[in-house]
């Protein structure tokens, strides 16, 4: 029996609403619990800022995107190098770090879960096999359906039933978390080198609509009562004028039920998609629309997809806005079509402040966040590594923290930019509690792990405990955010299940993380004719046999695997 | 008992649709596979134990398992600059002990692309690879390349299963769906089954791609009249069918990345491919021969973010091919021992690396007799991955599958000799610390 008690800490925990009080927080065999013994190992936190473990519910930190982006950028892959110690494995990689890196940078900054955002099936296990060398953090991902010959057909032949029983089939496949959806539509047109322009646009060859695509899965996913909501990616990501497909896809879920404490829908990266104008010339912020439509709906959450000034690896299902920017940028391009499920491209790139389509970008992620009134609604995200690595979050935290550092921030981006944007008149600064609320427990909420004991510290809950080197009594964030950053770069302890993996930004343990998946029954002639189709689509187009197609259990060697049922 | 859906350790198109028949621990009849996959699983001549020699012209004797291993691991832990190469036949799990030992004894390690698809990845860090999984050609392409490549030997069941003669989903006529075009400085059992064969003159590959670029490009004018022996008639032609394809696929070989030129010719390639994608659809993919090369790519990868040949002396990953890659340090002099798992130096290196390997302490680690046996002091046989082993493989295209067991035998796997050897090296080496 390992015993710990963290006193005297100022602990901001928004799930049981604790707002910066004094308290000490006891830890029994990994778990959160009301008191310990005498015996336990004592951290004196000294009245300096705890909360619970970071949580990433978007992110992008495995699988053949990733690895793809690692082999075009050996450049990348030069930075942040750190030699191996007896301890740690070598780290290597800015955009795009190898596995070890992945872990130890988000357990250096407290961060302790994080969530893979894009599974295809078929690639499924290599992502679960750079998950598994992912050291420290929990993880879990999302399964690509959007463009999925399975889903479309069933949509088009008006089955439901056969639907669920397919989605629940791909999330066993795969060992997935949730229903991600890209791009509804235009992964298949991509097939032949074309997209989807809007929401009713219709999919060439399967006669579905992305309207269609995305109004079913949530549906389904609400009668399957999974933990997380549908997680979308809208179309016409990255073009001038997007923000009112945006609005338009959040409209389609407006009358949808959530089936547990949660949204109904998330729509993730908002930042990308939240664009007014016709063209590049006009381009304008139009997350005053957005944030008007949050304020007023409480069935959705959106995150930031925030972009960090710097080098980026763009890396999406969405394979057609690869190619667009590739073309734009002229930069390197991969693409990777998966067969009779979706695409995805990766494309690196470089963000300018002194480009004011960038600087216009910079600013909408934090308008979002800052005229969002409910902290709930927005999560944080850089939408790693496609607005910016994670690393960068401290940077985002204290520039959502503090309206001086976005002046001196916005002193070095491109005027034009603040012609087409309000980020230079919000006076909005939040607080810890808010931060709190931003990057672990809004997280842990959107995604459905709250009652795995992610993102809080009540009773029961799993010992992930970030103690930063900030006395909030005595820290001004709106003034000392440099070193408000640098704390939350570089956590004085951060603690996962009990045990102390990281103390003043040095890695101190590396124990294995589990990974969450959900299994849900679905028992009715769904299934049977679910399974008629998937064979005959096995037998005749996929290029590998169903029997060597889904993710066996040892691919998942720490898995916790929650069950639902389709009602 | 018959075993159905066994994937093949041989090519990387890793079929798995094979049906093994085993009979009493032993494979007596192999179904859906080519000659060389079926061959393979059969079996044939196994090294039957450890060997040691001190003498490379000497007799080998046969040793214990402990001592083969003891031995290995104290040449490893001594040697300054030592190489660790092959791991193509293997499994991904052992590939991942591999860099482990490489860091440990902070030696390079480096895989057999190195003297195959290397150059396509270079082609990758300068212009980044379109491309897809197999099913996606199958199912839709319309215009099918083969540059340099010959599948109907090499990848026996490429054509049949993913690329030539299937049915796919739109490109439902089988052959007759597809256009079938094979660039290459001689006319291969591959060309003999295409609609267009393009001779092209040896180390001219890159100045034909230059010419179809400006061709599709719209910039005709500029290409003289023959291009790499090839008249320019022709390669309009070409260009125009590959224009005019809804969805084409080039499947490139070592006649591209081998050939003058080497890496500049992906490049170019990758170029041509993406300027066609505002036309149609378009993707491009080397043809990989080991069955896991494409494996070793992708843990290597993820664990030290390159690809091949990664120099782990710094303590931390350092790449530089040119550099780093087995050829540039044998034939500098400076690898002091090599360790080759998986893979077959012997057979594929030039002279001058041999020579290098003739000098310096070898190790082998394969469960066959092949010419870096010759050059060994010391074997170490190892279970066949995908017959008696299972575990992960990663297909030409990146779709990760799992190896299937067949049979049981007694021999260790790649992975036990190398944990094995990691716990000794530590040993020695926190010995002498």
């Known amino acids: ?567 | 008992m018959i075993i159905k859906d066994v994937l093949c350790p041989f090519c990387g198109c890793l079929c798995d649709d094979l049906a093994v028949e085993v009979e009493n621990n032993k494979v007596v009849d192999v179904k859906h596979a080519c000659k060389i996959g079926a061959s393979k699983i059969r079996g044939h001549d196994r090294i039957k134990a450890p060997m040691m020699r001190d003498d490379k012209n000497g007799e080998f004797r046969e040793v214990s398992y402990e001592e083969a291993i003891n031995e290995s691991a104290r040449i490893l832990a001594k040697s300054k600059r030592p190489l660790l190469y092959g791991w193509a036949n293997g499994l991904c799990e052992m590939m991942k002990k591999g860099i482990l030992l490489t860091e440990e004894v902070g030696g390079i390690i480096d895989n057999t692309a190195s003297v195959c698809h290397g150059p396509s990845a270079l082609g990758v860090h300068e212009k980044g690879l379109p491309t897809g999984t197999l099913g996606q050609f199958a199912n839709r392409a319309d215009v099918v390349v083969f540059w340099g490549c010959n599948p109907v030997q090499a990848h026996p069941r490429h054509m049949g299963r993913y690329s030539v003669f299937n049915k796919g989903f739109f490109a439902n006529k089988g052959r007759r769906s597809r256009k079938v075009v094979v660039f290459d400085v001689r006319k291969t059992d591959t060309a003999n089954l295409a609609d267009e064969y393009v001779q092209v003159k040896p180390g001219e590959d890159y100045m034909v791609l230059s010419a179809l670029r400006a061709i599709v490009a719209g910039k005709g004018d500029v290409v003289p009249d023959t291009v790499g022996g090839v008249p320019k008639e022709k390669l309009a032609e070409v260009a125009e069918t590959m224009k005019a394809a809804k969805f084409g696929i080039v499947y490139f070989g070592m006649g591209l990345t081998q050939s003058r030129g080497k890496y500049k010719n992906i490049d170019n390639a990758v170029s041509l491919i993406t300027e066609l994608n505002a036309h149609g659809k378009h993707s491009i993919i080397p043809m990989r021969g080991h069955y896991n090369v494409t494996g070793f790519g992708n843990v290597c990868a993820w664990e030290t973010g390159f690809i091949n040949a990664v120099d782990m002396s710094r303590g931390y990953p350092y790449y530089n091919p040119g550099e780093t890659c087995s050829n540039d340090l044998l034939m500098r002099e400076e690898i002091d021992a090599a360790f080759i798992i998986a893979g077959d130096a012997g057979a594929h290196f030039p002279a001058q690396s041999i020579a290098r390997m003739g000098k310096v302490p070898v190790i082998q680690v394969d469960p066959f007799h092949n010419p870096t046996t010759e050059m060994a002091n010391i074997v170490i046989p190892t279970k066949v991955s995908g017959v008696e082993l299972e575990g992960t493989a990663y297909r030409m295209d990146g779709v990760s599958l799992r190896m299937r067991k067949l049979v049981d035998v007694d021999f260790p796997s790649d992975e036990e000799v190398l944990d094995k050897i990691i716990a000794k090296v530590r040993e020695i080496k926190g010995a002498s610390s």
């Open chain 1, 1 to 567: 029996m390992s015993e710990m008690l963290i006193k005297n800490a100022t602990v901001y925990d928004p799930i049981n609403s604790v707002n910066g009080d004094l308290m000490d927080v006891a830890v029994r065999n990994g778990k959160i619990v009301d008191s310990v013994g005498n015996s336990a190992q004592i951290i004196d936190a000294g009245g300096r800022l705890v909360y619970p473990g970071g949580v990433d519910a978007h992110t992008h930190i495995a699988g053949s995107k990733v690895n793809i982006g690692r082999v075009m950028r050996p450049e990348d892959s030069r930075l942040g190098i750190k030699a191996r110690t007896k301890l740690t494995r070598p780290y290597t990689g800015y955009t795009v770090p190898n596995v070890y890196a992945m872990g130890y940078r988000y357990a250096e900054m407290g961060y302790t879960t994080a969530f893979e955002a894009a599974i295809p099936i078929l690639k499924a296990r290599h992502t679960h096999e750079e998950l598994e060398e992912i050291p420290i953090i929990d993880k879990g991902g999302l399964t690509l359906f959007g463009s999925n010959w399975m889903v479309m057909d069933a949509i088009r032949e008006n089955d439901q039933d056969r639907l669920a029983a397919y989605v629940a089939w791909g999330l066993l496949a795969s060992r997935g978390w949730g229903v991600k959806i890209v791009n509804p539509g235009g992964g298949e047109a991509w097939g032949f080198g074309k997209n989807v322009s809007g929401l009713d646009d219709t999919v060439p060859n399967f006669e579905v609509t992305p309207r269609q695509i995305i109004r079913n899965l949530a549906e389904v996913n609400e009668k399957m009562n999974l933990p997380h909501s549908i997680h979308l990616h809208c179309n016409n990501l990255g073009k001038p004028g997007n923000y009112e497909t945006t609005l338009a896809s959040f409209d389609i879920c407006k009358d949808i039920k959530a089936s547990r404490d949660r949204q109904a829908l998330h729509v993730t990266h908002v930042q990308f998609n939240a664009w007014g104008g016709n063209h590049w010339g006009d381009m304008e912020s139009k997350s005053d629309a957005i944030a008007d439509y949050l304020n007023k709906n409480d069935f959705l959450t959106i995150d930031m997809g925030q972009l960090i000034f710097g080098s980026a690896t763009t890396m999406t299902a969405d394979g057609p806005v690869q190619y667009a920017n590739a073309r734009l940028l002229k930069s390197r391009w991969s693409n990777g079509d998966v067969e009779l499920e979706d695409s995805s491209g990766v494309t690196p790139l470089e963000y300018h402040a002194q480009n004011y389509v960038n600087g216009i970008m910079w600013a909408i992620g934090l308008e979002l966040a800052l005229l969002t009134k409910d902290p709930w609604q927005v999560l944080m995200t850089t939408d790693h590594p496609n607005g910016g690595p994670y690393v960068n979050y401290p940077q985002v935290m204290t520039l959502l923290m503090s309206k001086k550092k976005r002046e001196e921030a916005m002193s070095k981006i491109a005027e034009k930019t603040f012609e087409r944007t309000s980020i230079a008149g919000i006076d909005r600064e939040l607080d810890w509690y808010d931060i709190a609320i931003k990057t672990r427990a809004a997280h842990a909420k959107v995604l459905g792990i709250v009652e795995n004991g992610k993102g809080h510290l009540g009773v029961g809950a799993d010992a992930d405990i970030a103690i930063y080197d900030i006395k909030p009594d005595q820290t001004d964030a709106t003034t000392e955010y440099n070193r408000v950053e640098a704390a939350f770069r570089r956590s004085a302890y951060t603690i996962k299940g009990g045990v102390v993996v990281a103390k003043d930004g040095e890695i101190t343990a590396t124990p294995m993380g589990r990974t969450y998946w959900v299994r849900t029954k679905v028992d009715n002639g769904g299934y049977d004719r679910m399974m008629e189709d998937l064979k005959l689509k096995f037998r005749n187009y996929y290029s590998v046999n169903m029997a060597n197609y889904m993710v066996q259990d040892e691919y998942v060697e720490h898995p916790v695997v929650v069950d639902t049922e389709y009602k």
